[in-house]
């Protein structure tokens, strides 16, 4: 069945370091993967998107990485700041499944100064 | 623009009770899911609404229903409530309803049965 599986679970780095969050998924049709982030008590906010033409996709330090071959997606965090600091979660949209997002666990992101 | 309001906010139920919980998507969105947050099992899919038209379903049970409105809105219920339904309910609504159309989520109603 469907399913995206997300590591690591926490992730601890120094302030100025990168940050690296890597998900699998099992379903080929995917076409579109979203990067969530949510601060505590907070909703999931939508940072990055990458739809399955593209390769990579940069916005200022974030960029997100896809290899549809292997059915891997990568989130990137360079120059890390504390208010990085939260729950990414990967997800992955079934295809012609509109609405329908399978989410991976979600990584805990802390960021030390 | 509002973003997506999802009201109440909190509730608190007794085990068999049943609950009904609100969403307002952005103006404009016609489609509206529904997820469960919890710390075990994370973000799933309940079901997705489209033109009034439940499109998609998750695999949860048949106390899980929901409806979408002429206006979009939305409307979960949930009968005979059990203790593992505590949880954090996220509406999400977008424009296209596309499977890449981005998801703008609520801030959820935290549903806590007792």
């Known amino acids: 069945g469907e399913n995206v599986e997300q590591h690591p679970s926490t992730l601890s780095v120094q302030e100025g370091d990168s940050a690296v969050i890597k998900c699998t998924y099992s379903d080929s049709a995917s076409n579109y993967f979203p990067w969530y982030k949510q601060e505590l008590g907070k909703r999931p906010q939508l940072i990055i998107d990458?739809?399955?033409?593209?390769g990579e996709k940069k916005d200022q330090r974030i960029a997100v990485t896809l290899n549809k071959t292997a059915k891997h997606f990568s989130l990137h965090i360079t120059e890390t700041q504390p208010e990085d600091s939260a729950v990414y979660f990967c997800?992955?949209?079934?295809?012609?499944?509109?609405?329908?997002?399978?989410f991976g666990q979600g990584t805990e992101l802390s960021v030390k100064p | 623009k509002a973003g997506v309001t999802q009201t109440p906010r909190y509730l608190i139920k007794t085990r068999g009770q049943q609950v009904t919980l609100s969403c307002s998507p952005i103006s404009g969105h016609r489609s509206v899911s529904w997820y469960q947050q919890t710390p075990g099992q994370g973000l799933q899919f309940l079901f997705e609404y489209f033109s009034e038209t439940q499109r998609n379903k998750g695999n949860f049970p048949g106390r899980f229903s929901g409806r979408q409105f002429s206006n979009s809105r939305s409307e979960m219920n949930v009968s005979t409530l059990e203790l593992g339904d505590s949880a954090l309910y996220l509406c999400?609504?977008?424009?296209?309803?596309?499977?890449?159309?981005?998801?703008?989520f609520g801030n959820g109603t935290r549903l806590t049965v007792t």
């Open positions: 999400a609504s977008s424009l296209a309803g596309t499977g890449s159309s981005p998801l703008h």
């Open positions: 990458i739809r399955s033409n593209v």
């Open positions: 997800a992955a949209s079934p295809d012609n499944q509109g609405g329908k997002l399978i």
